[in-house]
């Protein structure tokens, strides 16, 4: 067998190769018409607040409807799916917003109120990526930094011997609504009654404590008043402006 034969058949053997390679090749990546379409599924946009540049004491934010009583649960389900408040959460909020309106009906607090001091304060309970359980408690406690006089903080020393916060030396804020403790040893309600002591890491709790504390300000449906409120929590005007501006939003969006 001379060479150039050889030659001949070796290239005959890769070229029938390559063809069987590129008929696999074909099959695999040739489009079957029988293949059912793929479904995208729509993304669910993220809830944005606009900030809002409203002069402090010069409006309050727009009311949000009343709550439906009879399709209450299905209410809260709706407008969670479409915000960024926990069911659960918002679930306190419209409770707390009730249960004042029954006791001081001159003080005119809303759940969108109460929402948008939520969102600030701990991002309705899921700051650091906590989160609050079905019996309306942080799965872990919320405790804000030492109040010790470093740049930018406040400096007050310790007033519960570290029993809600747990630091004998300095104080912090607690739970999800952010108190002070000695605000909330002399504040603080329980949304149940079940004879336990008020804990500033239940949601309920403090919702309603944050209602009783807005509410001390009078009328919040004066524009002077709610501001005066908001400003209790914490004294600067671009606090109150996000407040004022997730206000808003939690209202349109009830």
């Known amino acids: 067998m001379d ?3 050889r030659r001949r058949r070796w290239l005959l053997a890769v070229s029938v190769l390559v063809l069987v390679v590129a008929l696999v090749a074909a099959f695999v990546l040739w489009p079957r018409h029988d293949d059912p379409p793929r479904r995208v599924l729509p993304v669910e946009p993220l809830f944005t607040v606009p900030y809002l540049d409203v002069a402090a004491g010069s409006a309050i934010p727009v009311p949000p409807p009343q709550v439906p009583t009879a399709t209450r649960a299905r209410w809260i389900t709706r407008v969670s799916s479409h915000t960024d408040i926990p069911t659960r959460v918002l679930l306190a ?11 001081q009906p001159a003080c005119g607090l809303t759940w ?8 600030i304060e701990s991002d309705h309970g899921q700051h650091h990526g906590d989160s609050v359980g079905a019996d309306g408690v942080e ?6 930094p ?7 903080v406040q400096r007050i020393p310790d007033t519960d011997h570290g029993r809600l916060d747990g630091d004998p030396v300095w104080d912090h804020a607690i739970g999800p609504m952010q108190f002070l403790p000695s605000r909330w040893q002399s504040l603080g309600e329980r949304a149940s009654a079940d004879g336990r002591s008020a804990d500033p890491q239940d949601i309920d709790d403090a919702a309603l404590t944050a ?4 509410c001390a300000s009078g009328d919040l449906a004066v524009p002077a008043r709610w501001w005066a409120a908001v400003f209790h929590y914490n004294n600067s005007t671009d606090y109150g402006r996000a407040v004022f501006s997730a206000a808003v939003a939690y209202a349109k969006a009830g």
């Not at 030492?146 to 930018?152: I, N, Q, V």
């Not at 209602?211 to 807005?214: C, E, H, S, V």
């Open 112 to 119: 969108a109120t109460l929402a948008g001091v939520g969102r």
């Open 146 to 152: 030492a109040l010790d006089g470093s740049p930018g």
């Open 211 to 214: 209602a009783r504390y807005l």
């Open 139 to 144: 799965a872990t406690p919320i405790i804000g």
């Open 3 to 5: 060479t150039g034969f």
């Open 93 to 103: 909020y419209v409770e707390a917003a009730t249960v004042t309106a029954q006791r």
